[in-house]
Nanobody
Framework: QVQLVESGGGLVQAGGSLRLSCVAS????????MGWFRQAPGKERDFVAG?????????YYAASVKGRFTISRDNAKNTVYLQMNNLKPEDTAVYYC??????????????????WGQGTQVTVSS
């Protein structure tokens, strides 16, 4: 069992930056690959970014955030981060951290993830 707790959300103007954090507890953090998803009101939960724990921490992103968002991890702190720069109003959503036992490939679908945090709200004003 893994528990995930996100923080760092808030209100920011367009063009601004935020850094989300997700602290994991429970089973060995290195047993999981991690991802960030987001869900806007009335919309499906969408993949944002993912990171493996092996192979140098391979990262991958949704096209809509590539070049603006960066996912990273600190194994010693059992923490994964999402640095979000040049934020746009369309980035407004609840952001969720997730963990998956699928350590290969590029899991991007919600059903591929086993554990979820409670979410943190990000609001970008125009």
């Amino acid at each position: 069992q893994v528990q995930l707790v996100e923080s760092g959300g808030g209100l920011v103007q367009a063009g601004g930056s935020l850094r989300l954090s997700c602290v994991a507890s429970g089973r060995t953090f290195s047993s999981y690959a991690m991802g960030w998803f987001r869900q806007a009101p009335g919309k499906e939960r969408d993949f944002v970014a993912g990171i493996r724990w092996s192979g140098g921490g391979y990262t991958y992103y949704a096209a809509s955030v590539k070049g603006r968002f960066t996912i990273s991890r600190d194994n010693a702190k059992n923490t994964v981060y999402l640095q979000m720069n040049n934020l746009k109003p369309e980035d407004t959503a609840v952001y969720y951290c997730a963990a998956t036992v699928k350590l290969t490939g590029r899991p991007t679908l919600p059903y591929e993830y086993n554990y979820w945090g409670q979410g943190t709200q990000v609001t970008v004003s125009s």
